[in-house]
């Protein structure tokens, strides 16, 4: 049976309940778990370090030779345009598919990448958008947040209609889609595409030269 403290000197527990007079154990608050007898703790004394922001987003990676392999296995289809769905239903991109998809390039020594695709991922960088465009196919990246990825990988759980991609929220990431050079799909195809570069640069001076 439980002592009932502070019910007179003939409980063995009266008046201050065994606590004594204040202090510390006067009062129930008790120790914390990182209680270190009233120096600084631990946690405390150490600088924060890291970084966790909404903004980064984390791609997975296709290879091209392994997305040849698919190819040739019969694993892939390449009669329409291939899809973050696609890749994730065929097993190239992994059901927990969030972040999107990156295509890289070629791998030495490893199948080499011949047939025309067209290809809708999140970005694509800048080797395999040179490898598969050689090929004679095509590479569109384009934005995606997480409500719209849903959307095109699990179309059967909006019932009322496919929500729209929005436009990129960032900055730096909207510009990344507006550059050709990218793919981007808010890009617009410059008339001499083997000027690119020299087209770009011209704009940027000229806009210099504007401000000074």
Not at 54 to 62: H, L
Not at 73 to 95: E, F, H, N, P
Not at 132 to 158: C, D, M, Q, W
Request: hydrophobic share 30%; charged share 30%.
């Amino acid at each position: 049976k439980a002592k009932r403290l502070g019910r007179g000197s003939g409980g063995g527990k009266a008046k201050t309940s065994g606590r004594g007079h204040k202090g510390q154990g006067k009062y129930g608050t008790g120790k914390g778990p990182h209680f270190e007898g009233g120096q600084k703790p631990l946690h405390k004394t150490i600088p924060k370090w890291g970084m966790t922001t909404f903004k980064r987003k984390e791609y997975e990676t296709v290879n091209l030779n392994k997305l040849q392999t698919w190819i040739d296995q019969g694993r892939l289809d390449t009669s329409g345009v291939i899809t973050m769905k696609t890749l994730r239903d065929c097993g190239l991109a992994s059901r927990s598919l969030k972040g999107g998809v990156k295509i890289l390039g070629e791998k030495e020594g490893e199948l080499k990448f011949n047939t025309p695709i067209e290809i809708e991922v999140s970005q694509a960088s800048r080797t395999a958008i040179r490898d598969i465009e050689a090929s004679g196919g095509k590479v569109t990246a384009k934005y995606f947040n997480t409500a719209s990825l849903r959307a095109l990988i699990k179309p059967h759980k909006f019932p009322n209609g496919v929500p729209k991609a929005p436009l990129p929220v960032v900055s730096k990431t909207l510009k990344w889609y507006r550059n050709y050079d990218n793919r981007g799909y808010l890009a617009t195809k410059p008339e001499d595409e083997s000027a690119t570069g020299a087209a770009t640069t011209y704009k940027v001076t000229e806009l210099k030269e504007v401000k000074a």
